[in-house]
């Protein structure tokens, strides 16, 4: 008790309980803490873009676009190779470098959106989501950063749509109202991996979101539960009636895709219709899609 008392006064409370493979994971985390302070400064992060797209036919012909992508970092590290997200975003988490890292991000899925709308035209994807910490949401400089990335790649507030997970929109009343900061500066809120957090539907109506992300894991068990489908059934209704757009994750077959339809979901986005892809690849992406339409 005493020591793990110590440990959390010395900061890093989580891993107070010394057996041997949190011991290995403190070692690795805190190396690759340092490996990623020194990934910003040289170059080995970039971000890449997994196209969502439209479900149900336009309601009238000129609303919302509802295709887009999501930018997802990536590290490739020069031993290791690539490192999955999943396990270095914890690592920036706890150590605060996700502030910067996050802003990285941001700035360069911005540039980029701009440059695809000026090269692609018509074919350019619609929106661009981009995913935000709990740090984040909470750091001192985020409305301004947000501004800024805005301000210079000149794309309209309405077409960035900002990702948090569910339980951190539900935590408290501070992370809501730096929500609604962000909203006040035209972008959108989606609520993403909805389903696997500790708010539930009964919430939904005090979160200022725009959009709700139903969770891979709800999706991949559709088929075969009747009660993962009645969750979805429900999330997309409640979503429905308070005006907020549903996405469907991690759609990895033409049969997910065909009960997503059915059950009203809105977008969707999976390995089905693409895997994240280079800014390049993207591109080539949207234009056969769009020779494919034409
Ligand atoms: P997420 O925001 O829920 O992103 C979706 C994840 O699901 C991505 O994993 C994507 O590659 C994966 N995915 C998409 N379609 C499919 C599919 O059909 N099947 C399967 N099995 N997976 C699919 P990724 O890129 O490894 O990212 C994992 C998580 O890391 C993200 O989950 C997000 O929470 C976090 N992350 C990624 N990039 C950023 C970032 O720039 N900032 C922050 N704060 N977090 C990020
Ligand atoms: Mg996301
Ligand atoms: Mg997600
Ligand atoms: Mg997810």
């Not at 920036?92 to 709308?117: H, M, P």
Request: include cysteine; hydrophobic fraction near 45%; charge should be negative.
């Amino acid at each position: 008790d005493t020591a793990m008392y110590e440990a959390k006064r010395n900061g890093r409370g989580r891993y107070a309980v010394f057996d041997p493979g949190m011991h290995e994971r403190v070692a690795r985390g805190l190396v690759l803490e340092g490996e990623l302070r020194q990934a910003l400064a040289r170059d080995e992060l970039f971000v890449v873009y997994q196209p969502v797209v439209a479900l149900q036919p336009p309601a009238h012909g000129d609303g919302p676009r509802r295709d887009g992508v999501e930018a997802l970092v990536r590290w490739r590290h020069p031993v290791r190779g690539l490192v999955s997200p999943a396990e270095f975003v914890p690592v920036a988490e706890e150590s605060g470098l996700i502030v910067e890292l996050g802003l990285f991000v941001l700035r360069v899925a911005c540039l980029q959106f701009a440059d695809w709308q000026r090269t692609l035209g018509a074919a350019a994807p619609g929106s661009l989501a981009v995913n935000l910490s709990p740090l984040q949401l909470r750091s001192a400089g985020l409305i301004a950063g947000v501004q800024a990335c805005l301000t210079d790649s000149g794309i309209a507030p309405q077409v960035l749509q900002l990702e948090v997970t569910e339980s951190l929109a539900a935590q408290d009343e501070a992370a809501r109202e730096r929500l609604r900061e962000l909203k006040a500066l035209g972008v959108r809120i989606a609520l993403d991996d909805f389903g696997t957090g500790y708010s539930s539907l009964a919430c939904l109506h005090q979160l200022p979101v725009d959009t709700v992300k139903v969770d891979r894991s709800f999706v991949s068990h559709a088929e075969t539960s009747a009660y993962h489908r009645a969750l979805i059934e429900a999330t997309i209704r409640v979503a429905q009636t308070l005006g907020m757009d549903t996405v469907a994750e991690g759609i990895e077959t033409a049969s997910q895709a065909a009960l997503m339809q059915a059950l009203h979901c809105d977008r969707g986005q999976g390995y089905l219709y693409a895997r994240p892809l280079e800014a390049g690849a993207l591109a080539d992406w949207c234009l056969q899609r769009g020779l494919r339409a034409a």
